[in-house]
């Protein structure tokens, strides 16, 4: 089991309301990642970050920011929730595998995000 | 266009039964290929990966292959078990570590009956 985690798991929100998904990982890795995805469909990347005060914006567009002041936290932000913003969002870190040219992912358990 | 493709979409088979799903994608560069299993609600762990080199690889159970020629993997679960349910994804790599962008599959949804 991998030490990322959200918070929180599972939120229904009225539109128009800012909201903070968070997510921390305790295994000191450089790299982030959000994933957006929908029901039967691939996750999207969204947002990442190669470390503190590193962030870049995913292949999905998306009104969600992100900020990185510390190793350990990347936490997303909507600064105004739609419904068009319903789905899961997924966090992960990675960091290299040991004596390869890659890299693993880790994911947390994600958030899954209602707006009404 | 880089894509990934699996089937199939859904399968249900019954406990201890194995099965075979597929994985085909047209990513090049390629760098390597990776299983992950999602449980319902969970976010995805990694099974296996596998570079260019590789034609196979094992974890357990779970056994994938890969056919860098064809563009094709597998990945075949033995003797199948009720917590084998979940979504199975493949995820390929263009190119190795930091530069590496990813391109995943929609997953194959698993569901082992008793």
């Known amino acids: 089991e991998a030490d990322i985690y959200q918070t929180p798991r599972y939120l229904v929100i009225g539109t128009g309301k800012k909201i903070t998904l968070e997510c921390s990982q305790t295994m000191g890795h450089d790299k982030m990642y959000w994933y957006q995805q929908d029901p039967g469909m691939e996750l999207h990347l969204i947002h990442y970050s190669y470390g503190v005060n590193s962030t870049e914006k995913g292949d999905l567009s998306s009104e969600s920011t992100v900020s990185r002041i510390r190793t350990e936290h990347f936490p997303l932000t909507l600064e105004s929730a739609r419904p068009s913003h319903t789905s899961q969002y997924l966090c992960?870190?990675?960091?290299?595998?040991?004596?390869?040219?890659?890299?693993?992912?880790?994911f947390g358990p994600g958030t899954r995000l209602t707006v009404l | 266009k880089n894509q990934v493709e699996q089937s199939p979409q859904s399968l249900i088979i019954l406990e201890g039964k194995n099965c075979t799903l597929q994985c085909n994608y047209t990513v090049s560069p390629f760098s390597n290929l990776r299983w992950y299993k999602q449980d319902t609600g969970r976010g995805p762990v990694s099974l296996t990966i596998?570079?260019?080199?590789?034609n196979t690889k094992s974890n357990g159970r779970y056994t994938a292959t890969l056919d860098a020629d064809t563009k094709q993997s597998s990945l075949h679960i033995t003797a199948s078990q009720l917590s084998d349910s979940a979504s199975y994804i493949c995820?390929?790599?263009?190119?190795?570590?930091?530069?590496?962008?990813?391109?995943f599959g929609r997953g194959t949804q698993l569901t082992v009956w008793p």
């Open positions: 596998m570079t260019f080199s590789e």
């Open positions: 995820v390929v790599s263009d190119r190795g570590s930091t530069l590496g962008r990813l391109y």
């Open positions: 992960a870190s990675s960091a290299p595998d040991r004596g390869q040219f890659t890299d693993t992912q880790y």
